[in-house]
Every structure is written in structure tokens, then in C-alpha cells.
């Protein structure tokens, strides 16, 4: 077993085309979270990208908590075979898998973290719990909202985030980020009380 490893797993969909979209901020959150291990994402055979390391430095100078941060390499609905196969290629259990993405049920900036549950119409995550046979795995909700009056919300999830929305959204991204080093250092319910507390 990878040494007690994570798999920390941000959803989005692949190419420049689709990196500054509301779908795609699983993504954004682990390129926060890769400032904090040493390296840079590596292709991997799995059909991801994928960053192995250390996160951080723990109490007295110690290495941080191993994390396998990664970024499927398929649509967002094809996101559950990559995913499947990191958790077998680094022998990491499926409560070890904590899943970035986006949520549409939750207010702009609002972040939620939970241990398994439904998809809520998410077809990344869909295609995980379909691949892996399991919803008992954490999720990190980034709220992104509603789309206004009656527009599709596939194609809200597709275009970028609002000026108005971009002024805040590097304070959001830290929060998450913070969120989930919490989460791997401390366990899910120190975590969901600290990330949840009135602001």
C-alpha cells in the first residue's frame, strides 16, 4: 500500500480550450495544492496526469503526508477509468480517494466536504463511482452556483467564470486547497468543522 498515500483527484476537462471553465476547477484547486510538492505533473499511463510527492513539511521539520494529486486525461465523463486505475497502480483504498470538483447545488464560493452520497447529476462523478464500484469516497464541493435566468447549465458549467466571480476566485482556490491538506493531515471531520465554519 503507497505508504498511506491519498489520491487526490481534481476533475475538469483537457486543453487550454476548456482551463479557465467553471467545469474545470477540480483542476484549478490541485494547481494550488502542486505549489506545495516538490516536481511537476508527469503523463501517466492511466490516462492522467499525475504528481507524486510529499505535501508540504509536517511538525518539526518532518516530510508532509503523501498525496497523489491527479488530473484525468479524458472528458469529465470519462474521468472513472483513470481514477480507477491510479487506486490499483498505487494500492490506495477507496477511502483514501478524495475528489475536487465543481457544484452546482452550492452557492458561489462555498465549499462543502463530504464522505460519499450521490452525484447529484455530475457525470464526472458518475463515471467514478460507476468505475470504482463505490460513492464511498470524499468529495470537496466548490460551490459555483446557478446558472442566471434559464440558461442550460451544461453549458454554464462550460464557459469561464465571471469577471465579478474571477476578483474572488484565487481566495476561493487557496481555501479549497486548504481544505484538503487539512483533510490528509488531520481526517475528514476536523476538516469538514474548520472549512464549514461561519466565515
Do not use: C
Amino acid at each position: 500500500m503507497a505508504d498511506g498515500a491519498h489520491l487526490v483527484v481534481g476533475l475538469g476537462n483537457p486543453g487550454p480550450a476548456y482551463a479557465g471553465n467553471r467545469h474545470n476547477v477540480g483542476h484549478m484547486v490541485l494547481d494550488v495544492l502542486a505549489r506545495d510538492v516538490p516536481g511537476g505533473f508527469v503523463n501517466h499511463k492511466a490516462r492522467a496526469q499525475v504528481l507524486d510527492g510529499r505535501l508540504g513539511v509536517g511538525p518539526g521539520g518532518a516530510p508532509g503526508p503523501r498525496v497523489v494529486l491527479a488530473r484525468p486525461s479524458t472528458y469529465m465523463n470519462l474521468s472513472g477509468g483513470p481514477v480507477a486505475a491510479l487506486l490499483r497502480f498505487y494500492d490506495i483504498p477507496v477511502e483514501r480517494l478524495v475528489v475536487v470538483h465543481d457544484e452546482l447545488d452550492l452557492p458561489f464560493g462555498t465549499l462543502r466536504l463530504k464522505r460519499g452520497g450521490g452525484e447529484g447529476g455530475h457525470n464526472g462523478l458518475k463515471s467514478i463511482s460507476a468505475a470504482i464500484g463505490s460513492r464511498d469516497y470524499v468529495r470537496l464541493r466548490v460551490g459555483i452556483g446557478r446558472p442566471p435566468g434559464r440558461q442550460d447549465p451544461a453549458d454554464y458549467v462550460l464557459r469561464d467564470f465571471a469577471v465579478a466571480e474571477r476578483a474572488d476566485l484565487a481566495v476561493i482556490l487557496e481555501e479549497a486547497a486548504d481544505g484538503v491538506r487539512d483533510l490528509v493531515e488531520n481526517g475528514l471531520v476536523l476538516a469538514q468543522d474548520r472549512l464549514h465554519a461561519p466565515r
